[in-house]
């Protein structure tokens, strides 16, 4: 894990970060503890207190953040591209104070195209643009142990290595702007299906006179073991779906996905089934839960079909 003490280079930095959900909430902090001076906005001001009172400094619009950061990063985690299009182009945005030296990192997931013309408007006024969108959810950002996706040149990529040091552990750089986003969505194509079919089988073993519990055992640390049949598979068996990483995120992810293929005239079926079966969660009012509550609705669906055929 990243501590402070490994990190005095990134000491007196000036940093924003705009967003402060279950992510953003702890980039600041870890931010802030490995000496940064940190600026922070979120439409919720309540989500800023206990940060405020750590010492971090609460602007009260995006376009009043940027004109705090001089020669340093703004580091955007918001919850689609439309938020992120609007924190940087909007009535109040980045665009309207940043200075040109400034380093933007989009850490959200957002769609590809759209980070790629959000990236030349921060170029027009001078500044630089990566995107970085993460895996390893909030537990992963409050222990800096992220991996993290890096779209952009690769001069600002060294620039900001010292930051998501900070942030994470898996630290890759994938290639030009971009390519951080097509990253994530493999991952979260990967993941999406993953669950599903942790859920059918362990449905399946239930179904068929098995204790899933001890199936899930059995699989762990053959060829079908996986971080979601350790973490998500456990949740499944304990039906615990306080959310982690709620279903809607990932009905989210999976349009991005599948949005992406269609633009390169690729018919993936898999993502496609994927896609069809998460969106059918959210329907049937499943979407706050954690995404281990998908094996809800592969129960319901083949209830369903059973009465169906009844």
């Not at 940060?51 to 703004?74: M, N, V, W």
């Not at 990566?130 to 952009?152: F, K, Y």
Request: hydrophobic share 40%.
């Amino acid at each position: 894990m990243n501590g402070p003490s490994e990190l005095s280079s990134f000491s007196g930095t000036k940093v924003g970060v705009v967003g402060l959900g279950k992510m953003g909430w702890h980039f600041a902090k870890r931010l802030h503890d490995a000496g940064a001076e940190v600026f922070i906005h979120s439409r919720s001001r309540g989500k800023a207190t206990d940060l405020e009172a750590l010492g971090l400094i609460y602007c009260k619009t995006p376009q009043d953040l940027a004109r705090k950061i001089k020669s340093g990063f703004i580091v955007i985690c918001v919850t689609d591209t439309v938020a992120v299009e609007q924190v940087i182009c909007g009535d109040q945005g980045l665009l309207l104070s940043m200075n040109p030296d400034t380093l933007v990192i989009d850490m959200g997931t957002t769609q590809v195209m759209n980070t790629r013309v959000l990236a030349g408007r921060v170029d027009h006024v001078g500044a630089g643009y990566l995107d970085a969108p993460v895996s390893g959810g909030a537990v992963g950002a409050e222990n800096g142990t992220l991996s993290i996706m890096v779209g952009g040149s690769e001069t600002d990529f060294r620039r900001a290595l010292p930051l998501f040091n900070v942030l994470g552990e898996n630290i890759n750089h994938v290639g030009s702007l971009g390519a951080g986003q097509i990253a994530k969505t493999a991952n979260q194509m990967i993941v999406a299906m993953t669950i599903d079919a942790v859920a059918e089988a362990l449905t399946l073993a239930s179904r068929a006179g098995a204790d899933p519990a001890k199936v899930r055992n059995a699989l762990l640390g053959g060829f079908a073991d996986s971080r979601i049949l350790e973490l998500h598979g456990q949740r499944m068996i304990e039906r615990n779906f306080e959310p982690g990483a709620r279903a809607t995120v990932q009905l989210k992810d999976v349009k991005q996905a599948s949005e992406l293929a269609k633009h390169y005239d690729l018919k993936l079926t898999g993502l496609e089934t994927a896609l069809t079966l998460w969106q059918k969660m959210v329907d049937d009012g499943l979407g706050d839960l954690d995404q281990a509550g998908f094996i809800n609705a592969v129960e319901k669906t083949i209830d369903n079909n059973n009465q169906t055929k009844g």
